[in-house]
Protein backbone atom coordinates (compact mmCIF):
# COMPACT_ATOMS: atom_id res chain seq x y z
CA UNK A 1 0.00 0.00 0.00
CA UNK A 2 1.77 3.42 -0.92
CA UNK A 3 0.82 6.21 1.86
CA UNK A 4 1.86 9.54 1.79
CA UNK A 5 1.40 12.22 3.81
CA UNK A 6 1.12 16.19 3.83
CA UNK A 7 2.89 18.46 5.47
CA UNK A 8 0.08 19.07 7.60
CA UNK A 9 -0.46 15.52 8.42
CA UNK A 10 3.21 15.20 9.23
CA UNK A 11 3.60 17.67 11.44
CA UNK A 12 0.51 16.51 13.29
CA UNK A 13 2.28 13.25 13.22
CA UNK A 14 5.24 14.73 15.07
CA UNK A 15 3.05 17.10 17.68
CA UNK A 16 0.78 14.27 18.78
CA UNK A 17 3.66 11.49 18.62
CA UNK A 18 1.07 8.93 16.43
CA UNK A 19 3.61 6.35 15.29
CA UNK A 20 2.65 5.62 11.28
CA UNK A 21 2.16 2.44 11.75
CA UNK A 22 -1.10 3.03 13.96
CA UNK A 23 -2.20 4.91 11.04
CA UNK A 24 -1.39 2.29 8.61
CA UNK A 25 -3.48 -0.06 10.49
CA UNK A 26 -5.92 2.35 11.12
CA UNK A 27 -6.37 2.51 7.37
CA UNK A 28 -6.19 -1.12 6.52
CA UNK A 29 -8.65 -2.39 9.91
CA UNK A 30 -10.87 0.40 10.35
CA UNK A 31 -12.81 0.18 13.69
CA UNK A 32 -15.42 2.31 11.02
CA UNK A 33 -15.02 3.81 8.09
CA UNK A 34 -17.23 7.07 6.28
CA UNK A 35 -16.55 8.18 3.14
CA UNK A 36 -17.37 10.96 1.11
CA UNK A 37 -16.46 10.66 -3.18
CA UNK A 38 -12.32 9.80 -2.50
CA UNK A 39 -12.23 11.29 1.07
CA UNK A 40 -11.83 8.55 3.48
CA UNK A 41 -12.55 9.12 7.51
CA UNK A 42 -11.22 6.12 9.42
CA UNK A 43 -11.57 5.44 12.90
CA UNK A 44 -9.44 2.78 15.09
CA UNK A 45 -9.38 2.12 18.88
CA UNK A 46 -5.37 1.74 19.58
CA UNK A 47 -3.91 1.13 22.62
CA UNK A 48 -6.70 2.70 24.96
CA UNK A 49 -7.08 5.53 22.31
CA UNK A 50 -9.34 6.43 19.50
CA UNK A 51 -7.25 7.42 16.31
CA UNK A 52 -9.29 9.25 13.34
CA UNK A 53 -7.52 9.55 10.18
CA UNK A 54 -8.79 11.46 7.17
CA UNK A 55 -7.58 10.65 3.63
CA UNK A 56 -7.85 10.18 -0.23
CA UNK A 57 -7.63 7.61 -2.65
CA UNK A 58 -6.41 8.44 -5.89
CA UNK A 59 -3.45 6.51 -7.46
CA UNK A 60 -1.74 6.27 -3.56
CA UNK A 61 -3.34 7.36 -0.41
CA UNK A 62 -2.67 10.42 0.85
CA UNK A 63 -3.17 11.28 4.35
CA UNK A 64 -4.47 14.58 5.59
CA UNK A 65 -4.78 15.08 8.97
CA UNK A 66 -4.87 12.35 11.43
CA UNK A 67 -6.03 13.43 15.70
CA UNK A 68 -7.55 11.42 17.94
CA UNK A 69 -11.36 11.37 19.19
CA UNK A 70 -12.38 10.08 22.57
Known amino acids: M ?3 YTLHAENQI ?3 KVEKV ?3 ETIKH ?3 TERDGNKYY ?3 KL ?3 TLKVIYVKEK ?3 VITIFFIQ
Open 2 to 4: DIK
Open 22 to 24: WIE
Open 60 to 62: YIK
Open 42 to 44: VVR
Open 14 to 16: KER
Open 47 to 49: NGR
Open 30 to 32: PDS
